[in-house]
């Protein structure tokens, strides 16, 4: 897309990214939003490698798959040593950021994290990684989303049902949100 980027940048001129400040500290910011984004990475993968497992019925070595990847492939880091770790002590281990070592990891980065993605959304940098990394770590950490909101959404428009926050979870309530209508329902087919 270099050509419509071009253009584009003709028509909506680029702030002035330059920076002011700690260079030191910067730089040291910027590997502390890196670091925490790869941990939300690796989390987000094992998130997936653990619901394919539990869908396909297959029988995973999480921290053996940490080896592998240290042991000779592109994906080399040096926190996998952690990673087989987390596993070796709890093979259950349901999300790497439940493991003290990388608790205290992101604990530690936050805040570089967010003054990085912040710093880069006020001077119109793209940090896709880095913000889409904080936002998924937002979203897990958050124990009521604005996704309540979207269920609502999507009743009203297809009658798709949604869980109210007074009702027990896996109970579902269908509203006639216009009043109009009559009884509306939604039906499952299979393509």
């Not at 040593?81 to 002590?89: H, L, N, R, T, Y």
């Not at 996704?147 to 509203?175: C, I, M, S, V, W």
């Amino acid at each position: 897309m270099k050509d419509a980027r071009v253009e584009a940048s003709k028509v909506f001129k680029p702030s002035n990214p330059k920076f002011a400040g700690d260079r030191a500290q910067w730089v040291e910011d910027i590997r502390k939003a890196l670091y925490a984004s790869k941990i939300i990475s690796y989390t987000q993968g094992y998130m997936l490698m653990r619901a394919a497992a539990k869908q396909y019925g297959w029988n995973l070595n999480y921290g053996g798959i940490a080896l592998m990847w240290l042991g000779g492939c592109i994906i080399r880091s040096a926190f996998l040593g952690e990673i087989k770790k987390a596993f070796d002590k709890n093979p259950a281990l349901e999300n790497l950021l439940l493991n003290p070592f990388f608790k205290k990891a992101i604990k530690g980065c936050q805040r570089s994290w967010r003054k990085v993605v912040a710093t880069a959304v006020k001077k119109g940098i793209p940090v896709p990684a880095f913000s889409t990394a904080l936002a998924f770590f937002d979203g897990l950490r958050s124990e009521r989303l604005p996704a309540n909101l979207l269920q609502a959404q999507r009743d009203y428009f297809g009658a798709h049902t949604y869980e109210r926050l007074d009702k027990p979870r896996g109970e579902f309530a269908h509203t006639n949100w216009t009043g109009t209508g009559g009884r509306v329902a939604s039906s499952t087919y299979t393509v």
